[in-house]
C-alpha cells in the first residue's frame, strides 16, 4: 500500500523520521543547533543545495521535517515549512510572496493580530488590503485590482465562526490568476482540507488544536512546492522557525489528532443543541447547526462542525459579565482548541478596542460568548454553562 493511499489516521500515526540511529520506536529528540559534515567538499554541495541534508536548525532538523512531512500528508500538500508560532507562519507567507506595492484582498474577519498586520505593518511597504464580509462572496471580484496579488480568508472564522464558501473563492482566485492563502486553523486538517477546493497555501496555528493541550507555540504553511521554496528561502534567512522540541511535541500531537477533534466535535454539537433551546440565550452559531446561515456549505466542506461554538446571552455587557462571573469549572481564557473547555468574551476582551461597527462586521455583540468545547465529559461542561446562564 502507497503512504499516499493509507488513511488520515494511520498517515497521522506512520509519518515518521526514517532510519534513527538505535531504530527507536517513538521519533527521538533532536536537540541540536547545527549538523555537522564529512569534509570540504560534503560541506560545499550541501550548502550549494546539491546535497538534501539537515545543516542547521533555522533551515531545517529532523524534527521539524517530520512535523512538517505529516501536515503535508494530511493536508494534501507537496511541501511546507514550520514556524515558531501561527503568527510567524501568516507573517512570513505574506512577506515572502509580496512585494511593495502588492493588494491583498482578505475577509474582514480574519484572527486579530492578521488583520493588525494588514491594517498597521503592511501599509508600511505599501501593501495595501481591501476586505470583503462573510456574506458578500459576491463582491469579491470587484475589489480585485492590477496589483492584487493573494486572496486570503479563514473558514470557519475567529470569533464568528462564519463559514466561507471556499470552492468558490478558489474558482474567483483561478480566474483571476491569484494565489489563494486560507488559515485552516478553526478546522484542523481533519476536518477540511482547503487544497481540494483550490487553495494554494493552507496556514495553521498548530498552538490550538494540533497540539490540543495547550503546551507549546507552533505554525506552518503547506502547498504548491515553488510557493513554499520562497517561504523557505525568506523564513531561512529571517529566523522564524519552530524550535525541534516543539514540533517533537507537535508530530506526537497529530497521533491523536482524529481521535480528539471527533470528540471535541461530538461534544461541541451537543453543547449548541443544549444552548439552541435554552430561555437566556439570544442566538448560537455553529458549523453543524441546522440555524447556521452556512449550514449547507459546511455540510459540503467540512467533515465535522469544529470545537468553537458562539452564542449570545441574553442582558448585553452586563449578562456576559455576569455569565462569566458564574463560571465555576471551564477556564476563562483567551486561548482556544485546548482540552480544556475554556470561555472568552471578545466583547470585554480580545476585541474590546475595535469600534462598534466593526465588531459587528466580524460578528461580534456585547452578550457574545465563545466557548472552545473541551474534551472533559459533555454533560459536566453543560452543567456549568447552565449553571453560569440561570444567574443572568
Ligand atoms: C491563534 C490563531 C492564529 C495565531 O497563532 P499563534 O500560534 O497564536 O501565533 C492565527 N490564526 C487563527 C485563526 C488563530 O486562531
Not at 51 to 74: G, M, Q
Not at 149 to 177: M, R
Not at 298 to 317: R, S, T
Request: charged share 25%; aromatic share 10%; with cysteine.
Amino acid at each position: 500500500m502507497s503512504k499516499n493511499s493509507q488513511h488520515f489516521e494511520t498517515q497521522a500515526v506512520r509519518t515518521q523520521t526514517e532510519k534513527t540511529q538505535f531504530l527507536e520506536h517513538s521519533t527521538p529528540m533532536y536537540l541540536t543547533s547545527g549538523f555537522t559534515f564529512e569534509d570540504s567538499e560534503e560541506m560545499r554541495a550541501s550548502f550549494a543545495e546539491e546535497k538534501e541534508r539537515n545543516l542547521y536548525s533555522r533551515f531545517s532538523n529532523p524534527n521539524t521535517s517530520e512535523f512538517v512531512d505529516k501536515i503535508c500528508r494530511l493536508e494534501g500538500a507537496e511541501d511546507g515549512y514550520a514556524f515558531a508560532t501561527g503568527m510567524a507562519a501568516v507573517f512570513s507567507t505574506f512577506a515572502a510572496l509580496l512585494d511593495a506595492g502588492d493588494h491583498i484582498v482578505s475577509a474582514r474577519s480574519v484572527f486579530g493580530s492578521t488583520h493588525t498586520l494588514f491594517t498597521k505593518y503592511f501599509p508600511k511597504w505599501n501593501i495595501e488590503t481591501s476586505y470583503f464580509r462573510v456574506d458578500e462572496l459576491e463582491k469579491v471580484e470587484t475589489l480585485i485590482q492590477p496589483n492584487t496579488k493573494i486572496i486570503y480568508a479563514e473558514s470557519p472564522t475567529n470569533p464568528g465562526v462564519d463559514v466561507l464558501d471556499l470552492e468558490a473563492l478558489g474558482k474567483i482566485a483561478k480566474e483571476h490568476n491569484l494565489l489563494l492563502v486560507v488559515d485552516n486553523c478553526f478546522a484542523t486538517p481533519y476536518l477540511q482540507n482547503p487544497i481540494t477546493f483550490g487553495a494554494d497555501l493552507v496556514i495553521h496555528s498548530a498552538t490550538k488544536l494540533i497540539d490540543g493541550q495547550g503546551r507549546v507555540l507552533g505554525g506552518v504553511t503547506v502547498g504548491k512546492k515553488e510557493l513554499i521554496r520562497e517561504i523557505y528561502l525568506f523564513s531561512r534567512n529571517t529566523g522564524p522557525a519552530l524550535s525541534p522540541f516543539n514540533a517533537w511535541v507537535l508530530s506526537k500531537s497529530l497521533e491523536t489528532l482524529a481521535v480528539r477533534v471527533e470528540k471535541h466535535c461530538e461534544n461541541a454539537l451537543k453543547l449548541a443543541q443544549f444552548l439552541e433551546s435554552h430561555p437566556k440565550v439570544n442566538w448560537v452559531k455553529y458549523p453543524f447547526l441546522k440555524s447556521h446561515p452556512k449550514y449547507d456549505i459546511a455540510k459540503k466542506q467540512m467533515k465535522l462542525g469544529g470545537n468553537i461554538v458562539a452564542f449570545e446571552v441574553k442582558g448585553g455587557v452586563q449578562g456576559g459579565k455576569t455569565f462569566f462571573d458564574s463560571i465555576q469549572m471551564c477556564s476563562l481564557s483567551a486561548n482556544l482548541g485546548d482540552t480544556r473547555t475554556i470561555v472568552t468574551h471578545p466583547a470585554s476582551t480580545t476585541h474590546s478596542k475595535l469600534a462598534q461597527e466593526d465588531k459587528a462586521v466580524v460578528g461580534i455583540t456585547d452578550g457574545m460568548v465563545r466557548c472552545s468545547v473541551g474534551l472533559e465529559h459533555v454533560d459536566d461542561i453543560i452543567a456549568d454553562i447552565e449553571q453560569a446562564l440561570a444567574r443572568i
